[in-house]
């Protein structure tokens, strides 16, 4: 039997010719992550061990993300020892104020981390580099104090959960959307110690930023890692960043797994997920009427340039609602730098937002966004566990940025519905074909925002993913689109065969077959 991608990886860097899952083995590190909390312990069990030497300068990066700019005397006294290992054995990947960002958009970015990569990080996203074709998982503190004192970590190989991607996204439904029903599907445990590997056709359609927004939730399935094979878009991030070679693994055509589970991208919309699991996801469209009083966009999850220009689209020339409080924090001071560049920093504050330097900040209740007790907050964040952002009372609501821009804007979770009736002279029944999925994508696309679509016929609700044959070719029969009750557009015939290029005539027998059936 073959190996998947994760154990083909691991395989390499243990110096074995196969592994299977279950199997414990020793494999070699190209990069030892920690952060300014996690960083601290281990260095505390590094000099506990008596380690007076690091594996590889190059191969350690150490950044300070969560309480940087320091918020207070312990997060200050927790990067001054940081500083100081790094000053000591001369770490060339530390990132402190002006030049750190998020850690787990930042290496990416710089080309630290690359393809064919075994990575450990003392943070449990670090499984987010699998969107480059790597194996990364997070681990305790003490594995980072041995990884940088040997380069060398233990590993149980795991099995695999094989996740086939067909299509593509509908507008305004991006990689968290597709993570968090993923999760909402298989539950917080669904790939405890498993390997989510994603394939099928329509991986080629998920940008970069999709596929590490993807791998970095995988640890909210339980899962040891996720990764994504390498291909032309892989390459093309990769090229001109990585700091060293690439190496491409495949999985075997015959590699195991434990189940297989197929996706049509075509078919998922807006997701939420409700307090207090991941797991807890509903359509966004479900919670137009929950009030909120805080909207976050930003962290190792969502952060990334595509997730500021989701902002932006929805953001520019409005205001958020009265009440809400809007905060923006770019992953890294390169996003951040490009948002001032491109005038979305300016749209945003404009809007009534606060836009931050990097950090982690909110998402794990340290600062820059506490809650208190009752309140809601949608954030594009990876954790809504009870008082994970503040008091033990208060509510988050997991959602992508698209989705947390336009709550801002409606001061409920953000998804205007809009129902569609069809009415009007139906002398000559079925001579009108209305594919009702095209019609929602191009809804979705003027609205700017993301969009719930109901078809109603006859005063019955019609899938929106069937073609619905209906009306005359007379100009008089049209459609309405009541959108939330707030404004309506009457549409002809005419005007809604350009808008969807899905009208046909029917075949002359088909036609003809109906016209007798009337008489």
Known sequence: ????????????????????????????????????????????EFQRAGFDSVFDKEHIAIV?????????????????????????????????????????????EKGIVTAGDCIIGADSHTCTYGALGAFSTGVGSTDMAAGMATGMAWFKVPSAIKFVLKGKFSPRVSGKDLILHIIGMIGVDGA?????????????????????????????AGAKNGIFPVDEVTRAYLNGRSQRTPVYYEADPDAEYEKTI???LDKLEPTVSYPHLPENTHPASEGKDIRIDQVVIGSCTNGRLED??????????????????????????????????????????????IVSTPTCGPCLGGYMGILAEGERCVSTTNR?????????????????????????????????????????????????AIDCRKITDIIRQQTAQPTGVTFFYDGIEVADSEELHTGSMKQECSYTLNLDSK?????????????????????????AAEREAED
């Open 192 to 220: 405890l110690y498993k390997s989510m590997e994603f394939t099928g056709p329509g991986v080629a359609s998920l940008t970069m930023d999709d596929r590490l927004c993807i791998c970095n939730m995988a640890i909210e």
């Open 262 to 264: 197929e996706i049509d």
């Open 64 to 108: 300070l993300d969560h309480f940087v700019p320091n918020k207070d005397i312990k997060s200050a006294t927790q990067s001054k020892q940081c500083r100081e290992f790094a000053n000591k054995y001369d770490i060339l990947n530390f990132y402190d104020v002006g030049q750190m960002g998020v850690e787990h958009a930042l290496l990416p």
């Open 384 to 432: 809504n566990f009870v008082g994970r952002m503040g008091h033990v009372k208060s509510e988050v609501y997991l959602a992508s940025p698209a989705t947390a821009a336009a709550s801002d804007l409606n001061s409920g979770l953000g998804v205007l519905q809009v129902n569609i009736e069809l009415f009007g002279p139906y002398e000559q029944k079925a001579a009108f």
């Open 487 to 511: 404004a309506q557009l009457d549409w002809t015939a005419d005007q809604m065969t350009k808008q969807t290029e899905a009208s046909s005539l029917l075949d002359e027998e088909n036609t």
């Open 308 to 353: 500021m220009e989701a902002a932006y689209n929805i953001l520019k020339g409005k205001h958020i609602a009265k009440g809400v409080r809007g905060i923006i924090i770019p992953a890294t001071m390169a996003v951040y730098k490009e948002c001032i560049l491109r005038g979305w920093t300016t749209a945003f504050i404009d809007a009534g937002c």
């Open 1 to 44: 039997m073959g190996m998947t991608l994760t154990q083909k990886i691991l395989a390499a860097h243990a110096g074995l010719a196969e592994v299977k899952a279950g199997q414990l083995i020793n494999a070699k590190l190209d990069i030892v992550l920690g952060n300014d909390i996690t960083t601290p312990v281990a260095i505390n």
